[in-house]
């Protein structure tokens, strides 16, 4: 399978944080775990595409199984 390259999940048009992925979800924790959890996200974003993303600017949508299966190692 082809690898997916890096600037395939840099999103160029970010949506409003209304309907963003992690925004949405960060949205409903207590403030303690969406800190902890957007440094998560941030975090895995930058594993992701080599430090040019982070949580708002990763295309979430774009990630496929062998995205997830690379952080989980």
Known sequence: MPRQSVTSLVLTNPPSLTIHPAAVYLSVLSLGSKRTMEEALNKIASLLT???CDAYT???AA???QHTAAIRW
């Open 50 to 52: 080599n430090g040019e």
């Open 58 to 60: 990763l295309d979430w």
């Open 63 to 65: 990630l496929r199984y």
